[in-house]
């Protein structure tokens, strides 16, 4: 399975962006992480189809919502309220579809995820 993101770029610190990503198979969970220089990567959000079930890190919520088609594999992340610390690489990640569905508490541990996208840039400024 290959996952495609597209979306990042440069924006104003109270702005907005729509990050996509779509997988080219069969998924059961897909969400997003990101790496900010000299950090190690984080969770942002994921959602499990079955359920349609949201998790976000905190530092998000209220501001990012995470959706997506799972008939289509493909995940979004709209951004609202960008502040100058979401700066970082985003990458889309899936989890197998032929895998056991995934325990919400684990939504957000890398390890739970079997695919991984090519990471794309979002910048804000101030």
């Known amino acids: 399975v290959q996952l495609q993101a597209s979306g990042g770029g440069l924006v104003q610190a109270g702005g907005s962006l729509r990050l996509s990503c779509s997988a080219s198979g069969h998924t059961g969970a897909m969400g997003w992480f990101r790496q900010a220089p000299g950090k190690e990567r984080e969770f942002v959000a994921s959602i499990r189809w079955s359920g349609r079930n949201t998790v976000y890190t905190d530092s998000v919520k209220g501001r990012f919502t995470i959706s997506g088609d799972n008939a289509k594999n493909t995940v979004y992340l709209q951004m609202n309220s960008l502040k100058l610390e979401d700066t970082a690489v985003y990458y889309c990640?899936?989890?197998?579809?032929?895998?056991?569905?995934?325990?919400?508490?684990?939504?957000?541990?890398?390890?739970?995820?079997?695919?991984w996208g090519q990471g794309t840039l979002v910048t804000v400024s101030s």
């Open positions: 990640a899936a989890r197998s579809g032929d895998r056991a569905r995934i325990i919400i508490s684990a939504m957000s541990d890398n390890r739970a995820y079997d695919y």
